[in-house]
């Protein structure tokens, strides 16, 4: 029940309307019997600073920050941590007393699905295909197993470029290589992890993948085959790959183990992973028509 003293949450994006963080968020909140609301709030590019002001005027306590905000806000921010600072971007921001703080937990939740599965990563080449947001917590995610190598495969070799030297600046020591999409049927034999990070496949193009059968023909026997997507579940890409003996990962943990090491950081309180999972896994299933 809303009172007078329900404290709030929120996700910053424009547009907004799709995000699952809300129902996701307010399923915890029921189960912990906390006084909180996590509403979605569109914030357009250039009203971002004025939003901030707002938040900090009536007492937000904390928020998420997507699509087009999580590089946008870090000059906004008060501190970043430095696993933000080393992706480039912020998706949570909590408030403290001497100003907001931003963090990034999706390199967390991207960890969370391999924790369960042993892999000499010191040893083991991956491969990320694209270069964009998710890619760089990928690729942060990675230096923090201890890869050994990280191939980056984009479609603009130049921007993939980019991203490679943005990287050795970077306090996350990883060894990382840029390449054209035509890399990949060379690179897939010795990837003991391939992760599409690139929006091919996802409803409604639920027949699209970024690799042909024949190319993840080339996959290892027990090699991992990840997909940032959550929606179709599985993916044709994730399809193909668990054809050919691939161990399949798909999006959804990490949506939900990002937004439970957000919420723990708000409330300071064990969050319900179990019930955020459930929340979302139900939606999705009706959304496909199960
Ligand atoms: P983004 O910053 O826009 O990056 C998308 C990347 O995909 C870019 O490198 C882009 O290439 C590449 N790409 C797009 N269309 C392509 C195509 N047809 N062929 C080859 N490459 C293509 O987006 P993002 O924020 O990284 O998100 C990417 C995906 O990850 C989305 O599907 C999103 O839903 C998913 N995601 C999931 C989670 C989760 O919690 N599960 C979290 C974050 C993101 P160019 O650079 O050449 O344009």
Same mark, same amino acid.
């Given at each position: 029940? /809303?009172?007078?003293?329900? =404290? ?49 005027? /009536? ?13 946008? /806000? ?25 100003? @907001? ?28 295909l ?36 943005? @990287?050795?600046?970077?306090?996350? =020591?990883?060894? /990382?290589?840029?390449?054209? @999409? ?12 391939i992760?599409n990070?690139t929006p091919i496949g996802m409803y409604p193009h639920g027949n699209a993948s970024p690799l042909s059968q024949h190319q993840l023909a =080339?996959l ?5 085959a990840y997909d940032l997507i959550y929606t179709p579940r599985p993916t044709q890409f994730l399809q193909d790959a668990q054809a050919v003996?691939a161990?399949a990962l798909d999006g ?13 950081? @708000? ?21 496909m028509?199960?």
């Amino acid at each position: 029940m /809303i009172t007078g003293s329900t =404290k709030l949450l929120g996700v910053i994006g424009y547009p907004v309307e799709h995000s699952l963080s809300p129902m996701m968020h307010n399923a915890a909140i029921a189960q912990m019997g906390i006084n909180y609301l996590y509403v979605p709030l569109p914030v357009k590019p250039e009203n971002l600073a004025d939003a901030m002001r707002g938040f900090e005027a /009536i007492g937000l306590v904390g928020f998420n920050a997507t699509i087009p905000h999580k590089q946008a /806000i870090i000059p906004l921010l008060t501190s970043v941590s430095d696993l933000a600072q080393a992706v480039g971007a912020v998706n949570t921001v909590c408030r403290t007393e001497q100003g @907001w703080m931003g963090t990034n937990t999706d390199v967390q939740g991207f960890l969370a699905p391999l924790q369960g599965i042993t892999r000499d990563w010191a040893n083991a080449e991956v491969v990320v295909l694209g270069n964009g947001g998710a890619a760089r917590a990928v690729v942060a995610g990675c230096a923090q197993l201890g890869v050994g190598h990280v191939h980056v495969v984009g479609r603009q070799l130049e921007k993939v470029q980019a991203f490679q030297t943005s @990287w050795h600046e970077s306090p996350l =020591k990883v060894a /990382i290589s840029a390449h054209g @999409w035509n890399a990949i049927d060379a690179l897939l034999p010795n990837a003991s992890l391939i992760v599409n990070t690139t929006p091919i496949g996802m409803y409604p193009h639920g027949n699209a993948s970024p690799l042909s059968q024949h190319q993840l023909a =080339k996959l290892s026997p027990g090699a991992i085959a990840y997909d940032l997507i959550y929606t179709p579940r599985p993916t044709q890409f994730l399809q193909d790959a668990q054809a050919v003996g691939a161990i399949a990962l798909d999006g959804l943990e990490m949506l939900v183990q990002q937004g439970a090491a957000a919420l723990e950081l @708000w409330t300071q309180q064990p969050a319900p992973v179990n019930i955020m999972r459930a929340t979302l896994e139900q939606h999705l299933a009706q959304r496909m028509g199960h």
